[in-house]
């Protein structure tokens, strides 16, 4: 615990105590001690003196170690407040932003995106098929499938780029025209018009949109009310060569038996050999019982010619 230093005789000049010790230049020789507060006192060893030096050294290290460091902590608390803010910018932050944005942006603004995001689209699908009659047709299937009156959203068959259906934010669906002109019953394009809306209740398409987008887009949309071009033309992209989310054959079903159409046509539609959608064949809720006619024969036709051919 102390120090003692003598004379050649044996006889104590100082005291010190090991936990006031200083050396006044560290790493150098001759060297000097201290005790502290007190510079004006010192003991010099010198070179040869090394097993001492290394003594009063390990000795000065061991109470170094003991001592109490308020900096220390305030270092380590303050890198776990920096690691903890980071790690919620990182993990919370993001998810947190596409939620609030999800939950506050109107349907005017969903359909404003919708617009611009079919904008980005029709570089590759062209516009969509226009004729008047089948236009009409359409219209009228789409309300004969709507969830509710009032509620069938938008419905436009395009020439080219989808594969099959896909909606956009607004309730916009497009669906590829092959759908109607390639089949001999609209309800295979009532299929996938259904099985495109259910994908619409369980996935929002302005938060996949988002999720595409990142948190920087996220951003601008709460604090501009826009999207910038870049984030929808990657988007649109997306929609074009990502396949379809699968659904559950309960969830089709319920669909089709809410809707009253047929699930056997999509099925084979999905698959000509009905081994992989043999869930929807054998389960079709009106297989016993047709449901009220999707459209008439001549609706039917008009709508086949909605691309002009």
């Known amino acids: ?17 090991l936990a006031a010790i200083q050396r006044a230049n560290p790493g150098r020789r001759p060297a000097i001690y201290h005790p502290d507060g007190d510079p004006g006192e010192t003991l010099e060893l010198p070179e040869n003196e090394t097993e001492m030096i290394a003594a009063i050294e390990r000795l000065r290290a061991a109470v170094e170690r003991r001592r109490p460091h ?12 920096f690691l903890a803010v980071a790690a919620l910018a990182v993990f919370w932050f993001p998810n947190a932003a596409r939620q609030h944005a999800v939950r506050v942006v109107p349907q ?18 062209g516009p969509a098929c226009r004729d008047p009659g089948g236009r009409a047709a359409l219209a009228r299937l789409s309300q004969r499938l709507a969830p509710t009156p009032g509620d069938a959203g938008q419905v436009a ?16 669906i497009l669906i590829d025209k092959s759908l109607v002109e390639d089949h001999e019953e609209p309800d295979v394009v009532a299929g996938y018009i259904v099985a495109e809306r259910a ?19 996220t951003l ?18 997306h929609l074009l060569t990502a396949p379809r989310p699968a659904l559950p054959d309960e969830a089709l079903l319920q669909a089709f038996k809410a809707r009253g159409v047929r699930s056997t046509p999509y099925a084979y539609a999905q698959d000509i ?37």
Do not use: F, N
Not at 222 to 236: K, N, Q
């Open 1 to 17: 615990a102390t120090l003692i230093i003598t004379d050649t005789r044996e006889r104590p000049r100082a005291h010190w105590s």
């Open 70 to 81: 308020p900096g220390r902590l305030r270092l380590v608390m303050l890198g776990l407040s």
């Open 108 to 125: 005017v603004k969903r359909a404003e995106i919708g617009a611009a995001l079919r904008e980005q689209l029709e570089r590759v699908t």
């Open 157 to 172: 068959v395009v020439r080219d780029g989808v594969d099959s259906t896909i909606h956009l934010p607004g309730r916009t």
């Open 199 to 217: 994908r619409l209740e369980r996935t929002d398409p302005l938060d996949d949109l988002l999720k595409q987008a990142g948190l920087w887009a």
């Open 220 to 237: 601008r949309l709460m604090t501009t009310g826009g999207m910038d071009e870049d984030s929808l033309h990657r988007y649109a992209q």
């Open 273 to 309: 050999s009905g081994e992989t959608t043999l869930g929807l064949i054998e389960a079709d809720p009106w297989a016993v019982q047709p449901p009220e006619p999707l459209l008439s024969d001549g609706d039917w036709l008009r709508l086949q010619g909605i691309c002009g051919g």
